[in-house]
């Protein structure tokens, strides 16, 4: 019993101190923060570019599709005349539907490799300059940070994709003859990359301490044995998210709490990583 309340109070220990002294570095770094919290903009506003460009695509692709299944008749006296006359159910120009569907599916690979790059830049930098507000770091040291977090994201980053192209790869005579078979691969595929983002978080606030060669084996007893200090940390940062995102989809209408929401959102991120980093530096000690 005694050992349990200990264990407690350890655990509140190492996310209160994590969370003082997080909000303290980013006080005391003023420009390194406003840097990172200006460079979370601009990842956020060219991946909606990149998203409302291809959004557009696929969306006008999907479009096509409803619009000529719209037209068609598909009644069952419609349907039982076409077999008669061995058209096809589907009308005269049936291929539209799989020239669109062609589109929406290689559309979403190009946006999903947009994406996957974006990602392992940005997160490459913004990961390795979180490590500044905890110390002093030379050039040197940064540019090995910054290779590690490199290589950790084209690591987890490319299994999630890779699996994720490979859900892509179907059909859509596929897609309609065994729609239940792909929805129980998404869900292995959801899971798999939950636990993929889990340990990858802690890989990346591993990176200023520990080698690349020992960051897997560092990662796997934090993330397996200490999880209950890692956990309290993951909630607390998707509360520092979910909360503003609620507000600002609840109070879309007004431009003062949107505004502030976004704000909110934006320093989720740069604070996340803060939080991260330290509550990790603190077990890995």
């Not at 557009?56 to 599709?65: L, P, V």
């Not at 691969?185 to 959801?190: A, P, R, S, T």
């Not at 200490?226 to 609840?250: D, Q, T």
């Amino acid at each position: 019993m005694e050992k349990s309340a200990a264990g407690l109070e350890m655990q509140k220990n190492i996310i209160l101190n994590s969370l003082r002294e997080s909000l303290a570095s980013a006080w005391k770094n003023k420009m390194l923060f406003i840097f990172l919290f200006l460079l979370q903009l601009i990842f956020f506003s060219v991946f909606s570019v990149v998203n409302y460009y291809y959004q557009s695509k696929i969306i006008q692709s999907s479009n096509e599709i409803f619009d000529y299944l719209s037209r068609q008749k598909l009644d069952e006296l419609s349907v039982a005349d076409n077999l008669l006359q061995q058209k096809n159910i589907m009308g005269e120009d049936y291929m539209l539907i799989s020239r669109n569907f062609n589109d929406i599916t290689r559309n979403f690979r190009v946006y999903m490799a947009y994406v996957f790059v974006l990602l392992v830049i940005f997160s490459s930098v913004s990961w390795t300059l979180t490590n500044k507000f905890f110390g002093s770091i030379n050039i040197k040291k940064l540019s090995r940070i910054l290779s590690r977090n490199f290589i950790v994201l084209l690591f987890y980053l490319g299994i999630i994709f890779l699996f994720f192209f490979s859900l892509l790869n179907i059909s859509i005579m596929q897609l309609t003859a065994d729609t239940s078979k792909l929805f129980t691969k998404y869900i292995v595929f959801l899971g798999a990359s939950i636990i993929l983002a889990y340990f990858m978080f802690i890989s990346l606030s591993l990176a200023n301490r520990a080698e690349l060669r020992n960051i897997a084996q560092k990662t796997l007893i934090i993330g397996i044995k200490k999880a209950h200090y890692v956990l309290p940390a993951y909630v607390i940062n998707i509360l520092l998210f979910a909360v503003p995102a609620f507000l600002s989809y609840r109070f879309i209408e007004s431009p003062f709490i949107l505004f502030s929401s976004l704000i909110l959102i934006v320093f989720s991120f740069v604070f996340g990583r803060m939080l991260m980093v330290r509550v990790i530096d603190k077990l890995e000690n």
